[in-house]
């Protein structure tokens, strides 16, 4: 059993960045692929990025974030961060933190573990 705890949203203004940070219990955090999905109002939710375990050598992100977002991880603290830059308003959602026991999908119905989630909010 993983338990997930986000951190870091907030509220900012079209341009800017925040860092996000998911930590987890557990001590096998290392051998978890992490997954970040994100969820607007009347809309289903949505893969953003995920992070492969162990070194974290493959990262995967949805096209729209590509080159803004970046993901990684810290086994030793048992974190993994998502790094926002030149936020726009349509990055506007609850962000949650996931955790699968194999390989990364970007199908959020194959994640095992979910946080409770941490609102950001980016005006224009």
């Known amino acids: 059993q993983v338990q997930l705890v986000e951190s870091g949203g907030g509220l900012v203004q079209a341009g800017g960045s925040l860092r996000l940070s998911c930590t987890a219990s557990?001590?096998?955090?290392?051998?978890?692929?992490m997954g970040w999905f994100r969820q607007a109002p009347g809309k289903e939710r949505e893969f953003v990025s995920a992070?492969?375990?162990?070194?974290?050598?493959?990262?995967y992100y949805r096209d729209s974030v590509k080159g803004r977002f970046t993901v990684s991880r810290d086994n030793a603290k048992n974190t993994v961060y998502l790094q926002m830059n030149s936020l726009k308003p349509e990055d506007t959602a609850v962000y949650y933190c996931a955790a699968r026991t194999t390989y990364y999908s970007a199908n959020y119905l194959n994640w095992n573990y979910w946080g409770q989630g941490t609102q950001v909010t980016v005006s224009s």
């Open positions: 992070i492969s375990s162990m070194s974290g050598a493959g990262t």
């Open positions: 557990g001590r096998t955090f290392s051998s978890y692929a």
